[in-house]
Nanobody
Framework: QVRLVESGGGLVQAGGSLRLSCTSS????????MGWFRRAPGKGREFIAL????????NYGDAVKGRFTISRDNAKNTVYLQMNSPNAEDTAVYYC??????????????????WGQGTQVTVSS
């Protein structure tokens, strides 16, 4: 059983930085590819980032490329999303996701088996 729990959300100023964390309270996430999605008000779920189980490969959505960084620490059973220079368009609920294997093409919500409950990020201008 994999239960993903996000933390670190909150209010951040535009141009600042924020780091989200995701841990699993059940089975280890070490063997899984992990990622992040978000849902902004009135919009569908948007792919943000994906990282392979060994951290060797990553993939990012166009909206965050160059600003956000995904990383993981398998020893701590934790995945991170470092958000730098956020803007108002980054305001959303951010979800941690997991899937058994990595593929660069896994950018759709249906590609992921495990989802966290989400954490709200609000960017103030």
């Amino acid at each position: 059983q994999v239960r993903l729990v996000e933390s670190g959300g909150g209010l951040v100023q535009a141009g600042g930085s924020l780091r989200l964390s995701c841990t699993s309270s059940g089975r280890t996430i070490g063997g899984m590819a992990m990622g992040w999605f978000r849902r902004a008000p009135g919009k569908g779920r948007e792919f943000i980032a994906l990282i392979s189980s060994n951290s060797l490969v990553t993939n990012y959505g166009d909206a965050v490329k160059g600003r956000f960084t995904i990383s993981r620490d398998n020893a701590k059973n934790t995945v991170y999303l470092q958000m730098n220079s956020p803007n108002a368009e980054d305001t959303a609920v951010y979800y941690c996701v997991g899937t058994p294997s990595y593929s660069r093409t896994k950018t759709q919500p249906g590609d992921y088996i495990y989802w966290g409950q989400g954490t709200q990020v609000t960017v103030s201008s």
